[in-house]
């Protein structure tokens, strides 16, 4: 069985653990600097076992699945101590940092910077949870400075969890993430935070969720330990998308302003196209 | 069997249409200015049999299922021509013009203001689907104003679909909806706009889609022809809940840019508390 350890016992982490541990020939081992989260993974049979960071030089494979902020820092010192024949890789949002921030380290070469498009808006290890990735895109950075059999190491291990590989240069990674996740994410933590400061009428919100609002919030459900590193991280894309959206909220709303009912509909049906390529990309792959 | 006739068979329209069918005693006519929609909802078996607007005049149920713009005037012209015993009812997203406009209608007593908080993405005959009103909230306006035998007929019929009925006043109806869900479809529209103009990429688009951006777009898919009168017809709410999004939206992009990182962790962490009243009051009802 090969020795895989999980740093970070979050719902990325804990659902690489889960998956990996039922698909592979893995022993999966933990570290987390929360002992409770410790704890849970081990009652939760998200973890084989815990381990301690001296014993983790012969490992087969670290997965770090931490806050993207500890990333680089924490990827140095596993790459200090790893052997040869270790893959190490993160799943960070954000990866034009880490990428430029290893880019000397004498073993970048055992490191895979990647990021698998999954999630869901809960966290903690008991947000774990199977099947999280597959036919989910991961994205791979920079991987012709990853030696290749490591790299042929990473693919074998995210091919168990039925992932497509897509490779891409960090920076275009970051610009295309900022608009549709990181944005995504902002818009549905300010509609919260608005509803939730005009409404207050906690019933009301309750009873008209079903009309949209739920879905649309989801995401201001999600760890804000994990999102403000991501967007100070990515921070220029992110403003840059930000302006784009007030300016479209701005535009719609002086449509509204002077009844310019053609105008509206004229955006929205335009908007609606956003259907064929959600969908009919969809249907050619 | 009691003669039920729905007009507009759009998704409400539609869905309404095909549940009655089944779960009431009713045969099912529709009427829409469209003859696609026509053909279609009598071939997806949404409707019985097409009718005449004036072969309404005996029927038990008039169903007014239109663009909120058009409903006033269709309203009146239905009460105009229907019996003593025909209960009226409209399911529009806006209310309080409605209201005003049928006020003094001589037949304002057979009519009941009514928004059923339900709906997807999808529009027309086609989208029309079993059990969408299921445990959702139906919100009455001005029940007052309708005769209680009428009402008692509306709250059977409701009764059958599985709803709960709210009472509201239309000016406090219009207030919590342009922000719970009016303002919902706003974000996500453009949120749709803002990546569409920016991402000449569509494979990127679609790649990432996993990562939050398909739930937070989901309402961009909505019908212009639906949404445009909405958005006139709720106009102040909308504005002053739009205005209060641009506001945080501002601010957030303030503090990213600030690198305030307590701030945004603060400010995320507070919007949370929107799992607890979408989850909270859940369990209590």
Known sequence: MEKLVVIGLGLIGGSLALDLKKRGNYKVFGIDQNAEHIKKALALGVIDAEIDFNEITDASVVIIA???????????????????????????SVKNEICKEIVNHPKRKNFVAAHPLAGTEFSGPEAAILNLFDDKVNIICEADKTDWKILDKAISLFKKLNMRIKMMHPEEHDRHIAYVSHLSHVSSFMLGKTVLEIEKNEQA???????????????????????TPIFLENKENIIKSLNEYIKNLNEFKEMIEQNDANGLNETMHGTNYIKNILNGIKQSN
Chains 1, 2 share one sequence.
Do not use: H
């Open 66 to 92: 931490v806050p993207v902020n500890i990333v680089p820092k924490l990827a140095k010192e596993i790459l200090d101590c790893v052997s040869e024949d270790t893959l190490v890789f993160d799943v960070g």
């Open 205 to 227: 919100i309750f009873d008209m969720a079903s009309t949209g609002f739920a879905s649309t919030v989801r995401l201001a459900k999600s760890s804000a330990n994990t999102w």
